[in-house]
């Protein structure tokens, strides 16, 4: 729920009215600059992704901790207003992005100039850029096992390998 403005979660007795705010400035920048690169405006609300887990991909990238509470006031505060606000675990009508210059994989760098083109090499990249799980080590190795452990469909599976040839025979 909202309360004069900001948000605050009583579930089940357990109240947590803490706050971005709450935190020194360092923080509340780097979370700040976090949703300002990472997280976009759409027309359709994002599948499968709260506030709850947004606040843990938050964590994983920065290693800063905040509440539910918190990741949804700072998420208020860059502008991002809940669907539902009575909701527990906050939806947005927004699209996660992945910043391709915090990856240090010379191959995601590498890749990003195929992100535009309508082909299934384009259509893979546009699913890595959008993948927070995409493995960082972005070795050919790593990258497989990924695409085998995810389920993905065999042409992702070969506009990978394709990709993975072109760049394997590029000089770097």
């Not at 300002?36 to 606040?55: F, P, Q, V, W």
């Not at 240090?104 to 082909?119: D, I, L, R, T, V």
């Not at 080590?137 to 790593?142: F, I, K, L, V």
């Amino acid at each position: 729920m909202i309360k004069n403005g900001r948000p605050y979660t009583n579930e089940n007795g357990w109240e947590d009215g803490g706050l971005i705010t709450d935190h020194g400035d360092e923080v509340k920048k780097a979370v700040d600059g976090w949703i300002g690169k990472n997280i976009r405006t759409a027309k359709k609300i994002l599948r499968g992704r709260t506030s709850y887990g947004m606040k843990h991909i938050l964590e994983h990238d920065t290693g800063i901790y905040l509440t539910n509470n918190e990741f949804k006031d700072a998420m208020l505060l860059a502008g991002y207003s809940p669907v539902n606000p009575g909701e527990l675990n906050w939806r947005y009508r927004i699209v996660l992005t992945r910043d391709i210059n915090d990856n240090p994989s010379p191959f995601f760098k590498w890749a990003e100039k195929f992100k535009s083109e309508p082909s299934p090499c384009g259509d893979f990249v546009r699913d890595m850029l959008r993948d927070f799980g995409f493995p960082k080590t972005a070795s050919h190795r790593a990258i497989s096992s990924y695409l085998w452990q995810t389920g993905a469909c065999t042409g992702a599976v070969d506009a990978f390998e394709e990709l993975w040839r072109a760049y394997a025979g590029e000089e770097h």
